[in-house]
């Protein structure tokens, strides 16, 4: 569990929350799979967000990042509205150049890795700094050699992803998202394409996230990975957050049924 989950403070008054989803609502056809969603993390908070398959866990970090479009509600990060801007008393849809760069400070960590194949792990990682114009490409390049060895692949740089294990992968997608320096990680059930044998290695990883100060928001059925790294844990089913709080609270002294359900049935 980090200790730097505090609020933070300027002499203008209290920063802005990491993250502030409000009163999202998203449907798929006439299936409403977020309800009223209303979730504050503050900076360098782990929120770890557990709930049965099929609850809304993913398609909320996709609205998170406006990879998916809520219906109702909106999403800040930092304090700035993402995907819109307010035009009087209306929300408007950003352009998609806009949307591109505010995701640019929200990294992003898939299921699946979604690296390039035809890219060396090297490249795979140095790629978004130079394609935003932050970096140029000796600069990304060195910066990418810092990242990879700070997840345990500094000897791989030369490799392509089909040449390295699931976990080797899951580590250069992370190392990919610390590339853009982003002030809030999400992580869409890290370890769920991983062979069991394979898991530990990407939670050390991300647990040396946590104790570093990185704002987290991760999707998991690491049960006890939540016990471990979270500030506090949410627990989601159908669409709606049900319960959230401490894990000491909510993963072993849980108040609502349908948390004491779904946690007797996954430990």
Not at 121 to 132: F, K
């Amino acid at each position: 569990m980090t200790a730097t989950a505090t609020t933070a403070t300027t002499a203008q008054g209290p920063a802005p929350a990491a993250l502030e989803v409000h009163d999202v609502h998203k449907w798929y056809g006439t299936h409403r799979v977020l309800d009223g969603i209303d979730l504050t993390v503050r900076p360098g908070e782990v929120t770890v967000v557990i709930g049965p398959s099929g609850s809304g866990k993913s398609t909320l970090l996709r609205v998170i990042n406006h990879l998916e479009k809520p219906e109702i509600g909106h999403v800040s990060v930092g304090g700035e509205l993402i995907g819109v801007r307010r035009v009087g008393d209306r929300l408007k849809e950003l352009g998609e150049r806009a949307i591109l760069a505010q995701r640019g400070r929200i990294g992003f960590v898939f299921q699946n890795f979604n690296l390039f194949p035809h890219l060396t792990v090297l490249d795979n990682v140095a790629a978004a700094p130079v394609a935003t114009g932050r970096l140029d490409k000796a600069e990304a390049r060195a910066l990418a050699r810092q990242l990879l060895t700070r997840v345990g692949l500094g000897e791989r740089t030369g490799a392509y992803p089909r040449q390295l294990s699931g976990g080797q992968q899951q580590r250069v997608a992370i190392a990919r998202a610390l590339a853009l320096r982003p002030g809030i990680i999400l992580f869409d059930e890290p370890t769920s394409a991983l062979d069991p044998e394979l898991v530990g290695e990407v939670l050390s990883v991300i647990k040396d996230l946590a104790t570093s100060g990185t704002t987290l928001v991760i999707v998991t059925h690491e049960i006890g990975f939540a016990r471990e790294v979270a500030d506090r844990v949410v627990f989601i089913d159908g669409g709606r957050i049900v319960e959230q709080g401490p894990p000491a609270e909510v993963l072993d002294h849980p108040k609502h049924p349908r948390t004491r359900d779904f946690l007797a049935k996954v430990l």
